[in-house]
């Protein structure tokens, strides 16, 4: 198998696409086709293990990989790291509705199923192409993937990770959970701007010609640990598999039969991987894309245009606060059937107008399989306050917004196809928002008070990965201008 990219053709090696993150020309790398599962082997998938289920799907595609390589990788990211040893069980809420909880590993959000796994993905990768550098891991994160990332790439080996997050742009909870981050390879900065600032900051010092000779001379090369590396994209296809061997061992579909997901979205990874499980042959049938007051997708899927030109909403579902969804380019590319001149034509657009308008086909192609929704803050409180109060099932600011643009498209439609919901993150993430969702007590002051209420109402616990931050000191206290970054790195790396 091999990978091309986005804008252009240039074919390389799975290993090649997960050093580099992201092609020469500023393209995403995708597969050159898509392999598919029979159904003997869902059948089969159904009665293994979520080892063996990640097992089987990466070697698909990592054929560069062998099949030692890739059991080194799947233990070492999936056992004994994630609670009950369950990476992404389903919880049936009832009305055909099962959440996907992605949010059972260290660092409480869905991040950590690709970002366990990607260290030791890209080590093996870095192994095989034998430079003798140092990867140097850029991360812009919106809160989730920071900690994800620095948790995965803490003190490994041949490895340098840093990571930029918006100063008023994340959780508290998320930004403790960052600035307390311990290793002798990490560092952790602010940047004043948004999440789409890092993002492009990040993504324009990655194609810099002058970083790059600064790189050279000192034995590192860049890596990305964000959604644009297939690394972590290809371990998110393994729990929409997982999802659906679940419901075909618990009864809940027959073989063959088909089911909805609906993806909080933000850069539109989480729910490329499910697009891309689909193409395997996931019997997925509407991709239902929720977003929150940002709801740019919202109206691409509606209109066919998207347009970034418009005001930038902090929500209580931060990791969602993005107008640029990196990951939409590879959607672009399966809808123009890999015609990387018409994609490359539509991303030039999107930067020099912050714009552009699908062709007519490609729309209508979208239309059949999307469906796009979003609700703000107050709905998105709502949907909390609803599922506790009918289920006792206690969600997040981000699995809300899909909860509520779940039932906006069952409503709409009047489709009652069993949905499959990416529950991405634990409520105790968010706390704040969540309590104000439940109570009109007035909350206590100190964060951890604050987790312990919630536990109290909700009668669950407090995920230990949180509860330990309390005390922890502050290690990352530096705040830079977002045309600092390229500075910054520097003198982290010199
Ligand atoms: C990252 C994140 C999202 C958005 O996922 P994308 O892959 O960027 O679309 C949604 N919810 C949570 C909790 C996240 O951390």
């Not at 550098?133 to 620095?150: C, E, N, P, Q, Y």
Request: glycine letters at 6%.
């Amino acid at each position: 198998m091999f990978f091309t990219g986005t804008r252009s053709a240039a074919a390389v090696t799975s290993a090649e696409a997960i050093a580099a993150g992201i092609a020469a020309d500023g393209g995403l790398f995708v597969p050159e086709s898509f392999p598919r599962i029979t159904p003997e082997k869902f059948a089969a998938l159904a009665q293994a293990d979520y080892r063996t289920r990640a097992a089987e799907v990466l070697a698909l595609y990592l054929t560069d990989y062998t099949a030692d390589e890739i059991a080194h990788c799947v233990n070492g990211a999936y056992s004994g790291t994630f609670e009950n040893d369950s990476p992404a069980p389903l919880a049936d809420i009832g009305d055909k509705r099962q959440m996907l909880e992605l949010w059972h590993g260290p660092t409480c959000a869905f991040k950590d199923l690709a970002l366990q796994i990607l260290p030791y993905l890209l080590t093996a990768a870095l192994n095989k192409g034998a430079t003798g550098r140092t990867a140097v891991i850029l991360v812009a994160t919106s809160g989730d993937t920071g900690k994800a990332a620095l948790a995965g790439f803490a003190d490994v080996k041949n490895t340098r990770i840093i990571v930029f997050y918006p100063q008023n742009g994340v959780s508290d909870m998320q930004k403790l959970q960052m600035t307390t981050q311990r290793g002798s390879n990490v560092a952790v900065c602010a940047i004043e701007g948004n999440f789409d600032d890092a993002q492009s900051g990040v993504k324009a010092i990655f194609t810099d010609a002058e970083m790059k000779d600064f790189l050279a001379q000192h034995q590192l090369e860049f890596s990305s640990a964000n959604s644009i590396n297939f690394g972590r994209l290809a371990p998110q296809i393994v729990y929409y598999v997982s999802a659906y061997c679940d419901l075909l061992k618990n009864g809940s579909l027959a073989p063959g039969e088909e089911f909805n997901v609906v993806v909080p979205t933000g850069n539109f990874g989480n729910i490329l991987a499910a697009v891309y499980a689909k193409q395997m042959g996931v019997p997925i049938k509407k991709f239902i894309c929720a977003s929150n007051k940002n709801n740019v997708l919202t109206d691409f899927i509606r209109t066919g245009t998207y347009d970034r030109n418009r005001e930038f909403h902090t929500t209580e579902s931060p990791s969602m606060d993005i107008l640029i969804s990196s990951n939409l380019e590879r959607y672009l590319h399966l809808l123009d059937n890999g015609d990387t001149a018409v994609t490359a034509r539509l991303m030039a657009q999107l930067k020099n107008d912050g714009k552009y308008t699908l062709p007519p086909e490609m729309f209508a192609k979208m239309q059949t399989e999307f469906y796009g929704g979003c609700c703000d803050d107050a709905a998105g409180r709502a949907a909390i306050a609803k599922i506790f109060r009918e289920r006792n099932y206690l969600c997040d600011t981000h699995t809300a917004v899909a909860l509520a643009v779940c039932d906006q498209y069952r409503r709409e439609t009047g489709d009652d196809t069993l949905c499959v919901i990416a529950s991405t993150a634990s409520p105790y993430k968010f706390a704040p928002a969540v309590l104000s969702a439940l109570t009109d007590e007035a909350l206590p002051a100190d964060d951890f008070e604050k987790l312990e209420l919630l536990s109290k109402i909700s009668n669950t616990k407090v995920p230990a990965a949180l509860a330990t931050l309390r005390g922890e000191e502050i290690r990352h206290k530096r705040c830079i201008a977002k045309n600092d970054m390229a500075e910054y790195i520097k003198s982290v790396l010199a």
